[in-house]
């Protein structure tokens, strides 16, 4: 595994929930030396999953995944 686990801790099942119904906000940057992109990407949990799972991307790299909205 590379990357160190730093917190684990349990939850309740109607937070894992609203988590699973969420919409994602993920930032990617693209370090282009004349003109460096940003770019933000919103994403339900499915589409964050298959994105991710395909994800090779030579020089744009993630920075932050963060909950956009949540579903109640």
Do not use: C, H
Request: hydrophobic content about 45%.
């Amino acid at each position: 595994m590379i990357g160190l686990l730093i917190e684990s801790k349990p939850m309740e099942r109607d937070d894992m929930d609203l988590y699973l119904s969420s919409k994602y906000r993920l930032t990617t940057i693209i370090p282009l030396r004349e003109n460096p992109v940003m770019n933000v990407y919103l994403f339900t949990k499915e589409e964050l999953d298959t994105f991710l799972a395909g994800y090779n991307q030579y020089t744009e790299f993630l920075v932050s995944v963060e909950l956009a909205e949540a579903v109640a």
